[in-house]
């Protein structure tokens, strides 16, 4: 004979997917990774989201620069028609 407790435990290890917020902190929360893991796993996924970020930026840096490029140009072109 198993005792109520033991039961729910039971129903709280099925497969079926918990929603909301109380379904995310039992997933956080689950036996079946290490800490270290859950850690590891956190970190990765951060690391992609620096990693997109950092590339945005090397983007951005990119297109400045070659705006900066097009102005220097533009503004040597003005000069020398007004020299004329």
């Known amino acids: ?3 109520p407790d033991r039961h729910d435990q039971g129903d709280r290890s099925s497969a079926e997917p918990v929603d909301g917020l109380g ?3 039992r997933r956080v929360l689950t036996p079946g990774r290490s800490p ?3 850690l590891e796993e956190i970190l ?3 690391r992609r989201e ?3 970020h950092a590339a945005r930026f090397d983007e951005s840096i ?3 620069e070659r705006r900066e490029e097009l102005l220097r140009d533009s503004r040597a ?3 020398r028609m007004l020299r004329m």
């Open 1 to 3: 004979m198993t005792s």
């Open 77 to 79: 072109s003005v000069e």
């Open 62 to 64: 990119a297109d400045l």
């Open 23 to 25: 379904g995310l902190f």
């Open 36 to 38: 270290e893991e859950r």
């Open 50 to 52: 620096l990693d997109e």
């Open 44 to 46: 990765a996924e951060r």
